[in-house]
């Protein structure tokens, strides 16, 4: 009986071991601000409520949802429910990309005549932000966009609004542009597959780097 006691002392003893020294490694690896600041968010009453609206749509998001990591330090409420309204209709949207040797071209298309308007005001307002140098900083916004609020400038833009959709050229002779253009024209993509997944995906992958 005391010997068992002792084994399941001893067991406790080396599972608070390991518990303690995760913490220690996951410290390191992700450093303490991004922890406390994931802890602060995690923790939030508002992130709370979003994740139980969220994941109540199987975390897909189809019926009413608020998603905080859409606000952003420098956005109005109309840009954050517009990615909203993207998000919970991801569904709704396809896409084709091009590459082009200086750039992109892309054509978008919302079944949905709402979510088309949505889409529409969401692509003319960002790439005028990114003429302007003027970062929405969304919170979960990609890190590849950067370069483009530091150099958008740069970049030549042509936007036409179709039947087919929206179609977008975006050229530049800055070859880190034209990488950072291909490959948010990817993540686009994958935000219009996959939806917040992809973005909750890119996040983590970003976070354990
Ligand atoms: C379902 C989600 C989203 C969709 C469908 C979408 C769609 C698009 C499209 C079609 C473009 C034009 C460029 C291209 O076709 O590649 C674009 C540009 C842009 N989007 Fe989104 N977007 C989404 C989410 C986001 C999010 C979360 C942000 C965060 C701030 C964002 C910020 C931007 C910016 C800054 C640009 C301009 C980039 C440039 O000038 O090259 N988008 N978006």
Known sequence: MNKQKKSFQYKILVGFILLLSVSAISFAALGSKTITKMAGYITSGEYMLAARQMHGANGQ????????????????????????????????????????????RTVTHASDEAVMAKLVSHVVGMIGRVENLDDPKIFIQSPTLDIFFMRGDKIKSEIDVTDNGIIVTQTSNDPELVDALQTHAAEVSDMADRGMQAVHEAMMKRMIK
């Open 61 to 104: 998001g189809h019926d009413e949802i608020i998603m905080p990591g859409l606000k952003g330090e420098n956005a109005t409420p109309e840009e954050s429910e517009e990615l909203a309204i993207m998000f919970q209709n991801f569904d709704k949207i396809t896409r084709k990309v091009e590459n082009l040797p200086n750039g992109i």
